[in-house]
């Protein structure tokens, strides 16, 4: 019995010294597997990274690109005219475009406004100091013309744009080519200084109060003067008996008037002397009347 418990000790010894060796193994032989899956791993990783590297790098062109942004803009602190004059000649069209273009066009629209104004100021003709309209005598406008040049002549006017004589306006004839409302109107801005028609629209004209009496701008040793002559008449076209009845001058004792060839039976008359009396008192010596 004891034979057979030495025996069964030795092999149980063994048989524990064998499994702890086994397991000792076994729990080796795993260690080295994790080791190896982790080196592995790790290595996947750090090629993943490589690639990944690889695929978002940048070309040379790109660096440059990116190391031209990086610089500091040369042109930032100075003046664009500057900068326009330091540009390759490539560049500068659409520098000036973006950077000039608006500018130069408000420049050059306000030049052609001071322009147009300085010319417009200095081509226009002056403002008249004695206009005549010769009502209802469109057909003798170059007679009526002849006059105006005689008189700026014997005024000795030094501008004949200063005197106008224009016999264009029609009143009374036809409804359609009745120019009153015109003349109304030129005559409250005082763009007519005296009037010259035929005694039936003279006296149409005196009814609207477009006409002026002598005394109003002659002086009264004028005034008696043409009225003794018998040249002054009243609105009837009669010889006026008094200088406060007198309204027109009778043309037919003009010596100018009727070397002009123009008709005897007309009257003339101031109306709305604006611009001082010396040309409209020049004018009556100047019809020269007998």
Same mark, same amino acid.
Not at 15 to 31: A, Q, W, Y
Not at 146 to 165: E, I, T
Not at 199 to 218: E, F, I, Q, S, Y
């Given at each position: ?11 149980? @010894? ?18 080295? $597997? ?33 190391? @031209?942004? %990086? !610089?500091?803009?040369?042109? =930032? ?11 390759? +000649? ?22 052609? =406004? ?34 105006? $040049? ?30 009153? /409302? &015109? ?10 200084? %005296?009037?010259?028609?035929?005694? &039936?629209?003279? +006296?149409?004209?005196? !009814?609207?109060?477009?006409?002026? &009496? ?18 002054? =008449? $009243?609105? &009837? @076209? ?19 008037? !009727? %070397? !002009?060839?123009? /008709? ?23 019809? $020269?009347?007998?």
């Amino acid at each position: 019995m004891a034979g057979n418990d030495e025996s069964d000790g030795t092999d149980k @010894g063994s048989v524990i010294e064998s499994n702890t060796s086994s397991g000792t193994v076994g729990n080796n032989d795993n260690s080295a $597997d994790r080791n190896t899956a982790n080196t592995s791993e790790n290595e996947t990783r750090i090629g993943q990274t490589t690639r990944d590297a690889d695929s978002t790098s940048l070309s040379a062109d790109q660096r440059a690109a990116i190391s @031209g942004l %990086a !610089k500091d803009n040369v042109y =930032v602190k100075q003046s664009k005219w500057t900068t326009f004059r330091q540009l390759p +000649a490539g560049q500068k069209g659409s520098f000036f475009v973006q950077h000039f273009l608006l500018g130069t066009v408000l420049v050059v629209v306000a030049l052609v =406004v001071v322009i147009s104004l300085v010319v417009t100021y200095l081509t226009k003709p002056p403002t008249p100091v004695f206009t005549l309209e010769a009502v209802n005598m469109r057909e003798n406008s170059q007679q009526i013309s002849a006059l105006k $040049d005689g008189f700026v002549k014997y005024d000795n006017v030094k501008d004949a744009r200063l005197v106008s004589f224009d016999s264009s306006l029609n009143v009374g004839r036809n409804s359609y080519t009745d120019d009153s /409302p &015109k003349i109304m109107t030129q005559m409250s801005a005082g763009q007519i200084n %005296a009037m010259i028609s035929d005694r &039936k629209t003279m +006296a149409t004209l005196n !009814k609207r109060g477009l006409v002026n &009496k002598p005394a109003d701008v002659l002086s009264a040793s004028e005034l008696k003067h043409y009225l003794d002559m018998g040249v002054l =008449v $009243d609105a &009837k @076209g009669n010889p006026a008996t008094s200088a406060k009845d007198a309204l027109c001058f009778d043309l037919s004792r003009s010596q100018t008037w !009727k %070397a !002009k060839g123009l /008709p005897s039976a007309a009257l003339f008359g101031f109306a709305n002397v604006r611009n001082g009396k010396d040309h409209p008192r020049a004018f009556v010596r100047y019809l $020269d009347f007998k």
